[in-house]
C-alpha cells in the first residue's frame, strides 16, 4: 500500500494534533496517555518516517501474507481514545507513580492471575475463551485491590517496519485497557506502552517464534 506525502502528513496531524498533541517524556520514552501513543526504544513517530512513496508497508512471507495498514485502521487509532487515558503518565509527580521501569513483572501468585496473552497477525483483537478468562481475572483482581496500577504492553512480531509495530503494538495494548476499563477497572490506573517489534520474547525467526512475539503483557505496581 502506498501513501501520498500529503496524506502521511493529515493523519499524522490527525494523531498527534486532533485527539491531544504529542509529547515528549524523559530520555528516550514518548508519551501520549491520551492517545496511548506511549512507546519506547528507537521510535519516531506512531507511523514514522520511512520513506513508503516507493514500497508496500509489508513484504509476504514464506507463510502468511501481511494485510497493510489501512486508512480505517488509523481513524480506529485515533478512536481509541474514547476511553479517557489516565490524566497523567507514571513518573509525572502529579501521578504520584514511579516510571514504568518501577513496575515488575508478575511474579508468585500474581503470575497466575496477569498472565501473558497473544494476538493474531495482523490482530489487535484477542480471540478465544482462554484470553476473556484471564481479562476477567485481572479486572477482578484489580476491582478488588485499589492500591494496584498496571501498565500493559504491546508486542509485535519482527516483520514489518518499525512505524506499523509501534502503531499495532499501541492498539493491541489499548485494546486490552478497553476490555478492564469496560469491566469496571477504573481507566486512571491502566497505562499503555507499545514496542512495536523492539522486545522480541523470542529471538528465532519462525512462524512459532513470531506467534510467542505478537503478544500483550502486564507490569504491575503496588501503591503503599
Known sequence: MKHTPILITLLCALACGTVTGCRS????????????????????SLWGKEDTSNED??????DEDFIGLKDEDLRIQVADGAIPQPKHSPGDARSKLPGIEGFHSPAGAESAIFKTVYFGLDDHILRGKEYTAIIDKVSDFMKSHSDV???????????????????LGARRANYIRSLLVQKGVDPERVHTVSYGKERPADLGHTPEAWNKNRRGEFRIYKKS
Open 149 to 167: 496500577f498496571v501498565f500493559v504492553s504491546g508486542h509485535c512480531d519482527e516483520r514489518g517496519p518499525e512505524s506499523y509495530n509501534l502503531s
Open 57 to 62: 508497508f509489508f513484504t509476504a512471507s514464506n
Open 25 to 44: 517524556g524523559n530520555g528516550s520514552v514518548w508519551d501520549d496517555n491520551r492517545t496511548a501513543g506511549s512507546y519506547k526504544g528507537n521510535a519516531r
